[in-house]
């Protein structure tokens, strides 16, 4: 399993929007989580959270 920190830059495996992780741990009732948060296009900000198995870290920023 994967294990991401504060601060990573994610996406999801199946695509979407590029996202900051901002927690990464144990919820006390849904197992391991990450959360995550975005903006949309109209610059809203978006939160939520994510099993670390549907998440994989930003290949740019992992290059750099």
Do not use: Q
């Amino acid at each position: 399993m994967a294990e991401f920190k504060k601060g990573d830059t994610v996406r999801l495996k199946s695509g979407g929007p590029l996202m900051t992780v901002t927690n990464y741990g144990e919820s006390s009732y849904e197992g391991i989580k990450v959360w995550c948060v975005w903006f949309d296009e109209k610059n809203k900000k978006i939160e939520s959270t994510f099993d670390p198995e549907a998440l994989e870290a930003d290949k740019v920023a992992k290059s750099a």
